[in-house]
């Protein structure tokens, strides 16, 4: 791999967060202090010499860069106040632009008045759009996809969806062939034969399965929880929460949408809390609100140093994910009052055209780490794998 030296890298991570880096001498007390350092010691400030040195793509191609959580203990311990912790938060960030080839997700990052006034516009346009086609509001029952009908609703959520994987599938091919190449891992040695994959399907299983949805390392080795906050306040547990109500919300969303489509009911008609797709849209939308609630509670009361250091991107994803969530409650609750009231009608308006911008800009935000981390994660296990082999 040729060397590119990028001068102005040190100072373009300081505009995604990153303190002065550059009175970090090396010294190693971030890697004794980090609980994930377990390979070579040399984590996390290898990271911080790639930036001193202007080695952006070694850089970008570090699978480690999405190992970290953000817990703070390396900065806390740093004789230099170089902040590590909050480096690799930067860096992700950064990270997240560079495999982002509209420009979108810097502009989000660095100049927050501007990336407000996009998601504001995005969401007026959303709602305009949708409102253009509206239809009568029943007095008498809550017929929400009269007032917007479904139709707009389906097409539009598949455009928005297909340019949501496009931009992720990008993001995500960028990243994993940066880090493929610098790993010496090839599609051969990944697929080829019946041997590579086996090893495949065990790192993806340890990458999906144990870490990404079971989030053990997150619970039994980063433990910044200092003294041992109840279990209902632990970051992992929001964590998870957070994200398994989001993908329990997108479930249900998709379950609910496969019943209409086999003729099992209509979409938009009156069903019992019970009902599979409701029951799950209900539990995994309290769990997506309590986790995000604690998020911002936390980032707002300066809980930990990782949480005090936020950037505008990172409230407007919660602010989306919480709106979200929220307004689907208050659909719930107006479609079981007795006289349909009118303001379910404009909730469910304000609730779709927030949904859509959710969906359109999470590639672009915090959340893009929902995408590389599970891959970064391959990659380690994958690595791991061939260490003991050659062991
Ligand atoms: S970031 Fe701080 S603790 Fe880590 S190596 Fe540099 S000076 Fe030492
Ligand atoms: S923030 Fe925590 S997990 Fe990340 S490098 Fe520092 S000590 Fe390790």
Redesign the pocket.
Known sequence: MTTIVDTDLLSDLKKFGAAD?S?????????A?CPLSDNDGTF??RM?RYAQVGMKDELLSSKELWTCYHCGL??D????????GE?MAAARRYAVASYDPTGLSRILYTRPVIGSLIAVAVAAFFAVFMYASHGPQDAAALTLFDFVPEELIHWTGIAVMVVMVIAGVVGVVTMARGVARREGITLSSTLGGRAALGRSVAALWSSLGIESVGQRRYREDCKDDSPAEPLYRRRWLIHALSIWGFLGLLGATILDWGLALTGVKETGTPIPLWYPSRLLGTIAGISLVYGVSMFMVNRARHINRAAAQSTASDWLLLILLWITGASGFFIEVALYLPDAPAWGYWVFLFHVAVAMELMLLLPFTKFAHAMYRPVALFFFALAKDKSKQTA
């Open positions: 880096v009175a970090c001498f090396s010294c190693g007390t971030c890697t202090t996390p400030r911080i390396c900065s311990s740093c004789p230099t106040e170089a902040d590590p480096f």
